[in-house]
């Protein structure tokens, strides 16, 4: 990880005080500014990026970003999702009951994918295809004639929560996660990626190198 590029982005002078978990507040409020700075200010049309997190503490005032080279994890150019759940098909899935760490005592605070895509809007629900789709695993969201298009952060801990950072083109950025009491996996959009996100996070947290 040493030869990865570096970039530091600033946290806001105050959290964004969504979640009671000082460390779940910290890691949202650092992929907010991480899709703000990486993502919006740097425009639309970009590849998927994939990062790890360094926070020195809750209360750090920059975000240390390493950003694995896409070859360590994508040299085939396929779907990022794809290629992300390939890199983590060997590693081992985290054991139940894992020791809550602070991120100042791990190596890495957190992994994140940055990627845009498409979704449908907020305020229609699924037909009966895209549930049958999504069921089998398919992506349909690009064919739909409303389709919205999205660049999505999915972030992982090293104490295994999840994160979603969800900006619509044109609109507001949004933030959840799964240390939410009411969040529920259909809300966090929970699925391959974060799964994925899981194993690696953890690979890193045990000081393994998975790329």
């Known amino acids: 990880m040493q030869s ?7 946290m806001p002078s105050k959290p964004l005080g969504l979640f009671q978990d000082d460390l779940a507040d910290a890691m949202a409020t650092a992929l907010h500014a991480i899709e703000a700075r990486e993502g919006e200010r740097r425009g639309w049309d970009r590849p998927a990026r994939l990062f790890t997190v360094h926070l020195a503490s809750v209360d750090s005032r920059s975000i240390e970003l390493r950003m694995v080279p896409t070859r360590s994890w994508n040299g085939r150019d396929i779907n990022p999702a794809d290629a992300l759940i390939n890199v983590a098909r060997n590693l081992p899935h985290p054991p139940a009951g894992l020791r809550r760490r602070e991120y100042a005592d791990s190596p890495v605070a957190g992994a994140a994918l940055m990627f845009e895509g498409w979704a449908r809007p907020n305020n229609r629900e699924p037909t009966k295809y895209e549930q049958r789709a999504a069921g089998l695993g398919l992506r349909v969201n ?15 801990d090293i104490n295994q929560q999840q994160f979603h950072v969800f900006r619509a083109r044109g609109e507001e950025a949004r933030v959840y996660s ?8 259909a809300t966090m959009r929970s ?21």
Do not use: Q
């Open 4 to 10: 990865w590029e570096k970039r530091t982005v600033l």
């Open 191 to 211: 699925g391959r990626i974060p799964h994925a996100l899981n194993r690696i996070v953890h690979a890193l947290r045990e000081g393994r190198h998975p790329f």
């Open 178 to 185: 799964t240390s939410e009491p009411d969040m529920d996996d």
């Open 142 to 156: 690009h064919l739909a004639p409303d389709r919205v298009e999205t660049r999505c952060v999915y972030g992982v």
